[in-house]
Structures are given as C-alpha cells and as structure tokens.
C-alpha cells in the first residue's frame, strides 16, 4: 500500500510562488508517474501536470502552462510542483497521485481514475 502526504500549500498574493511537495511511502514511487491535480470548492476535480517515472516526460494543463513546473526527486521518493505567477483561478485544494500503469495512454492521463493512489491534498490560496 502507498501513502502519499502534500505540503507546502498556504496563502499567497496573486503573481506569487509556491512550491508543493508529495512525499510517497512504498516501493511503487521509482516506476510509477505521478500526477498533481486540484479541486476547487464545487467544481470536480482537474488535471494539473503529470511526470513519468523517470521524468522524461512531463505534461500539463493549458491553463498552468508556462507557470508551473512538475519535478520529481526518486532517491527521495518526492514529488514537486513549483507554482509561479499564481493567480486567484488557481485557488483549490492540491492533490497528488500515483499512477502505476507503464506505457500509460498519453489520452488517459488527465483522468483521476487512472491513478491508484492520492494524497490528503493541501490547501492553496491565491489572493487578488
């Protein structure tokens, strides 16, 4: 079983940074992407950004794009996403996710149904 624990969300003015991490227990972190996604109160929850195991591949959100940055840390079994130029839209609750499925269907990607494990989330807040 994975445990998955986010930290580094809080409050922050519009056009600052934040950067979140995961931290992952288990032996399924090195080969499994991870994935951010976000939950915003009354809306479902959406696709941020995706890292493959090796973090040869990255993907994102047009609507993070240029802005935030997903990162991966294996030998720390931790996974990082640097959010710069926040803006108020970007306000949620962060989660993260762990998908063990190799050579994963790059149109499945965005669906939270394909990850097998999340984390508790972490809040952020992006002021006007």
């Known amino acids: 079983q994975v445990q998955l624990v986010e930290s580094g969300g809080g409050l922050v003015q519009a056009g600052g940074s934040l950067r979140l991490s995961c931290a992952a227990s288990?032996?399924?972190?090195?080969?499994?992407?991870m994935g951010w996604f976000r939950q915003a109160p009354g809306k479902e929850r959406e696709f941020v950004a995706r890292?493959?195991?090796?973090?040869?591949?990255?993907y994102y959100a047009d609507s993070v794009k240029g802005r935030f940055t997903i990162s991966r840390d294996n030998a720390k079994n931790t996974v990082y996403l640097q959010m710069n130029n926040l803006k108020p839209v970007d306000t949620a609750i962060y989660y993260c996710a762990l998908d063990r499925t190799r050579a994963q269907l790059v149109a499945r990607i965005r669906e939270p149904s394909e990850y097998d494990y999340w984390g508790q989330g972490t809040d952020v807040t992006v002021s006007s």
């Open positions: 288990g032996h399924t972190f090195s080969t499994a992407a």
């Open positions: 890292i493959s195991s090796s973090s040869d591949s990255t």
